[in-house]
């Protein structure tokens, strides 16, 4: 069974800080990793993923994530926040096997102040 | 860019009636999820398919919601009877068989029952 918590459910940054969004898993087989945006009245979008391959993933709008196996973490980063990236932001985690389930934390609504 | 369609995007029902949402997959994916979203519960799997069959219904009430995939370009979410508790975002997201691509959601449907 696989289980995501992400770790506050509000971070606040300054535009032109870092943005740093906790995620920890939980997973019986090796874990495929995803991080989600969801913007105002939309549906979700992919940022990113970790099937793998390379431990440090880079996504779109300059975010990226690694994945550290000891931690059975998947945070995501982004060095310098701009007001764009102000959204609510989805970890989420799926077995490897053939199940293909799907399941999101709790979600992390980023907000960016100027 | 392919996309996931979801109809109708806003809906207003009166408690007790019928609600049938629809979802048409990204053409080739042969897996699909109806997830619901609220603020108190988060992101919720209802229900999964693959392959037109479903895989997993257990996070859906099974005496008022049902789910089915008519054919590959359609998946259906039904409500019979609605109630206000069922007021929320409706997401559909598709994807195939490796997960490790991840999968594309759907722009929801805001449900709405009074």
């Known amino acids: 069974a696989q289980s995501v918590t992400q770790l506050g459910s509000h971070v606040s940054v300054s535009e032109g800080a870092l943005v740093l969004l906790r995620c920890n898993y939980s997973?019986?087989?090796?874990?495929?990793l995803f991080w989600y945006v969801q913007y105002p009245n939309q549906g979700l979008q992919l940022l990113l993923k970790?099937?793998?391959?390379?431990?440090l993933v880079k996504g779109i709008n300059g975010f990226e994530a690694e994945f550290k196996k000891s931690e059975t973490s998947f945070h995501l980063t982004k060095p310098s926040a701009h007001m764009s990236d102000a959204a609510e932001y989805f970890c989420?985690?799926?077995?490897?096997?053939?199940?293909?389930?799907?399941?999101f934390g709790q979600g992390t609504t980023l907000q960016v102040k100027p | 860019d392919a996309r996931v369609t979801q109809t109708p995007r806003h809906k207003v029902t009166e408690m007790g009636q019928e609600v049938t949402m629809r979802c048409q997959p990204i053409l080739g994916h042969n897996t699909v999820f109806w997830y619901r979203q609220t603020m108190m519960q988060g992101l919720e799997l209802l229900a999964y398919?693959?392959?037109?069959?479903?895989?997993?219904d257990s996070g859906m009430p099974k005496d008022r919601f049902s789910a089915e995939m008519p054919d590959a370009t359609l998946a259906t979410l039904k409500i019979q009877p609605s109630e206000p508790r069922d007021s929320a975002v409706y997401f559909c997201?598709?994807?195939?068989?490796?997960?490790?691509?991840?999968?594309?959601f759907g722009s929801g449907t805001r449900l709405t029952v009074v």
């Open positions: 997973s019986s087989v090796p874990p495929y």
């Open positions: 970790y099937t793998s391959a390379a431990t």
């Open positions: 997201a598709s994807g195939d068989t490796n997960q490790a691509y991840g999968y594309t």
């Open positions: 989420a985690v799926t077995g490897s096997g053939n199940t293909g389930k799907l399941i």
């Open positions: 398919f693959r392959n037109r069959a479903p895989l997993d």
